[in-house]
């Protein structure tokens, strides 16, 4: 069995939510893998960009770490909060701890650069938001990163990617890497990709 802990800061984008749920829904409900994803959050409702609330199934003070295979983390927007949180020391020591346990953690867009400012990826290879001259690019590479601009990108037992048009191939990928590529091939055609 793979369970997934999907991280929801204040601000996340709710389509770079939505992808981590319904791959591993496909995956259990079509192709019966025991996969279940579990969201979380500071607060039992979590206010997405654009105002959307998620009520989340656990508070980041109820985590056990050894409870998951993998942590998922959406990137947000600035003007919504997301790096209130992102950047906390809470969650950038739940980060450490996933990574020290040698578990995958999966990010979408900006939300490699709680996971660079953790340290985890210093010295390792990654990508961020890349339009807008790239200058999330150059933020994650101020913690260390060597920054690759490509769709997505997997070092270190972290996958990360440069925007939200990215965000399936985040879930497929973190499928196949928890179960199998075969899997991951199974429901990627399943869905049309």
Sequence with gaps: MAQVLLFLNQGFETMEFSPFVDVCGWARNDYDVDIHVTTAG????????????????????????????????PGGFE?????????????????????????????????????????????????????RRGYRQKELAKFGVNVVNEPVVFDANVITSYCPQTAALVAFKMLGLLTDEAIEQTVKQAMGY
């Design 42 to 73: 500071f607060t039992p409702v979590v206010r997405s960009t654009f105002d959307v609330d998620v009520t989340v199934d656990k508070l980041i003070t109820d985590i056990t770490v050894d409870d998951y295979d993998a942590l998922a983390i």
């Design 79 to 131: 003007e919504y909060g997301f790096y209130e949180t992102a950047y906390s020391d809470a969650f950038l020591a739940l980060i450490r701890a996933f990574h020290a346990a040698d578990k995958l953690i999966a990010t979408i867009c900006v939300g490699a650069l709680p996971v660079g400012k953790s340290g985890v990826l210093t010295g390792k290879q990654a990508t961020t938001y890349h339009l």
